[in-house]
């Protein structure tokens, strides 16, 4: 059984080696921390290991698996996509740092003097196993390597692919006569170490000896049973000893951006009263539509003001369309992923997340370790660009169908992110039918508008100008068909767009002169006039890629098919005014 005394004599020799340690990195011994980076040519996937997140442990010990698992997605972060030149020795410290509660690590489990412990960065010896593992694989150099000081049954360590760690003075060390890089990733269950490097390092892995030179060597302790652990071992004479508290439950968290009414009574259904809700603001106090969620409920509610308020300043500075536009809001879902991130405790199993918060919140690690859903609004990235190409190929004149894609990586990311999502939520059809075996297809809301007695004689366009929303096929259905169109929105593609067409812009009351409205668009995400339109008993004409499959009121149209759309539209205005 330990005691104080042994304990103190424990933190003492500790002290002198992390000084020993601190002098000889300091007098050049020390290895330097590498930037993240992508490797040149092509490169090929060296080794992987693969270790499960989660073990079968007594219910009172699920607080210390919540944080060491918390504890790794931190370090994860840290380590993925480092890029190690050649020749240059990688340190597990050098790139993790310290584990402190101000730098966000939590209590996780520690193995220390045959008890595991609560230790603020306990757990992270799981990833330095990995890595030694991966390097082995490799045919690395092992600078240093540190076995732990006692087996503990079903480990790496019974195969001898252990290496422990503990700040500043037992590292992990390691190097490659090539440049090669290192991936981290966590999914819901497992941990995952790549190595990655050009073609040649193949070639010389056969042949590199696998050199073990470590600093200090411990003591193996032979196999033993079981250790104790503080939280539940019950030994209630040692100065360790923890009283045993209700078992942690885990909890999800909520995070939001733009208001919708589908998405919001969702989650006041699905929300249990330990759940936590991420929201940009809270619109009802500020009176903010666009972030109207319901906020009573909830254990917390976390909220980002000042970003909203700079966001909300920029954002009145970009122009209304192109290429700088969606860069620029790209950054700012990216800073908001960001923000969230950070903002989350080490309980939260959980995450329903908004769909443009995804791709980001999977590179900067905040997915690991947690199964999610995800809000759906949009296609696919992937989907959506070959949408935009294809579109562009029918209208090469458009100013507005090429002007803007997304970086590959964060395409990716994206794609990988829907795949490993345990369910998506989604009001739209088209996006519904992509994700038949773990969607959650929600009704939209219909406004319950006022009863109209009468209908107009105009047919409305009701979006801008924009390649996207269908604007070439309504200008030739307008022509061929001498329509009245009424717009609401800006003309986007070219001021003379509509020459020769009898056109007026939207008038507050649209829907009480409008006779059918009318998108044919190849994107719409939130289609919420022509709910308004149908709402108000309005004949409606929308292409698939709006959505609306099975609303009622609305004719679903194919994407791009203009005599389709002119079918459509003459029958619509063929049908008896509703008196």
């Known amino acids: 059984m330990p005691t104080r005394l042994s304990s103190a004599l424990f933190c003492a020799k500790v002290a002198i080696l992390q000084i020993q340690r601190a002098l000889a990195d300091a007098g050049g011994a020390g290895c330097r921390r590498f930037p993240k980076g992508k490797l040149g040519g092509e490169p090929r996937q060296l080794c992987e290991s693969r270790t499960p997140l989660w073990t079968e442990c007594d219910p009172l010990e699920r607080a210390l698996q919540l944080g060491k698992v918390h504890n790794l997605r931190l370090a994860t972060e840290r380590l993925n996509e480092v890029l190690v ?38 757990g992270l010896c799981q990833l330095s196993n990995a890595l030694y593992d991966a390097a082995l694989q490799a045919g690395f150099e092992i600078v240093e390597r540190h076995a732990h000081s006692q087996v503990v049954p079903n480990s790496a360590a019974e195969q001898g692919r252990d290496a422990t760690i503990f700040w500043n003075y037992v590292d992990l060390r390691f ?95 699905t929300r249990s009263a330990r759940d936590i809700l991420c929201l940009p603001i809270d619109g009802r106090a500020f009176q903010k539509q666009n972030y109207a969620w319901c906020t009573n409920g909830y254990a917390k509610l976390k909220t980002a003001e000042a970003f909203t308020a700079m966001r909300s300043f920029a954002s009145r500075k970009l122009a209304r369309q192109g290429a700088a536009r969606q860069r620029a809001l790209l950054s700012q879902h990216e800073r908001l992923a960001e923000i969230y991130a950070n903002s989350l405790e080490y309980d939260v199993e959980h995450l329903v997340i908004t769909q443009t918060l995804l791709p980001f919140l999977f590179k900067n690690g905040g997915l690991g370790g947690r199964t999610f859903d995800v809000l759906m609004t949009a296609l696919p990235m992937v989907r959506l660009q070959l949408r935009l190409d294809g579109a562009a190929s029918l209208h090469p004149d458009s100013k507005t169908l090429t002007d803007f894609r997304a970086e590959q990586d964060l395409v990716d990311a994206e794609t990988e992110g829907l795949r490993r999502a345990r369910k998506i939520i989604t009001t739209h059809s088209e996006i519904a039918g992509l994700f038949i075996e773990k969607v959650e297809h929600l009704p939209w809301a219909v406004p319950n508008t006022k009863y109209r007695r009468s209908r107009g004689s105009k047919v409305v366009f009701p979006a801008s100008t924009l390649g996207r929303k269908g604007a070439f096929e309504m200008r030739d259905a307008a022509r061929r068909m001498q329509l009245e169109v009424v717009l609401c929105g800006a003309q986007l593609e070219d001021q003379n767009f509509w020459n020769g067409i009898n056109t007026e812009d939207c008038a507050e009351d649209w829907l009480e002169n409008a006779s059918v409205v009318v998108l044919p668009a190849f994107v719409e995400n939130n289609p919420r006039r022509l709910l308004a339109a149908a709402g108000a008993g309005i004949p409606v004409i929308a292409s698939a890629a709006c959505g609306l499959e099975n609303v009622a009121g609305v004719t679903t149209v194919q994407t791009g098919n203009i005599d389709m759309l002119c079918a459509a539209i003459e029958t619509a205005l063929k049908q008896p005014v509703t008196i």
């Open 85 to 122: 030149p050649a020749g240059e020795t990688f340190s597990f410290w050098a790139h993790v740092g310290k584990a402190t509660k101000s730098r966000g690590f939590v209590d996780g489990r520690e193995l220390r003097e045959g008890c595991l412990i609560p230790t603020v960065g306990g």
């Open 175 to 269: 190097r490659s006569q090539s440049a090669f890089r290192i991936e981290t990733d966590m999914t819901a269950d497992f941990l995952f170490v790549r190595f990655s490097a050009n073609a040649e390092v193949e070639k010389k892995k056969e042949e590199a000896p696998n050199h073990k030179s470590p600093l200090i060597l411990l003591a193996v302790q032979p196999h033993s049973p079981d250790p104790n652990s503080c939280v539940s071992c019950g030994v209630t004479d040692c100065f360790r000893y923890v009283e045993p508290t209700k078992p942690i439950e885990g909890r999800t968290a909520y995070l939001v951006d733009d208001y919708w009414p589908e998405f919001d009574d969702y989650i006041v259904r």
